[in-house]
């Protein structure tokens, strides 16, 4: 599956022009908005839900308000293309995510 990097910094409306909040679901993803961003949310059993998820597990994103973000993990993960990719606050960071530092290749 194709990464929604795209999105970055992008708002969502729904068809009446409001902020997409909530859970999206299609027949092969869930994608989750906060505010009409890409956001992760939390389960009612305190689990981290990714922003984008397909239902057989096999791409996750996580995001946070807008931007690629995980702390601890990939924010990208798909095993059928055998990729990760590790972003903090919508910056590529080292894998392992470096304490936020950039990496080599974007810092400015």
């Avoid at 970055?8 to 994608?31: C, H, K, M, S, W």
């Avoid at 990939?74 to 059928?80: E, G, K, N, Q, V």
Wanted: glycine residues 10%.
């Amino acid at each position: 599956m194709k990464s929604f990097k795209r999105y970055q910094y992008r708002g969502v409306p729904t068809e009446e022009g409001l902020p997409a909040n909530g859970d999206y679901i299609f027949p092969d993803v869930t994608i989750r908005f906060k505010d009409g961003y890409l956001s992760d949310s939390v389960d009612e059993e305190g689990h981290v839900l990714p922003a984008i998820e397909t239902h057989d597990g096999s791409h996750i994103e996580h995001w946070k308000n807008g931007v690629l973000h995980c702390e601890k993990a990939p924010a990208i993960i798909d095993t059928r293309d055998n990729y990760e990719e590790w972003y903090q606050e919508g910056r590529p960071v080292p894998p392992g995510g470096n304490n936020g530092k950039l990496a080599d290749s974007e810092a400015v």
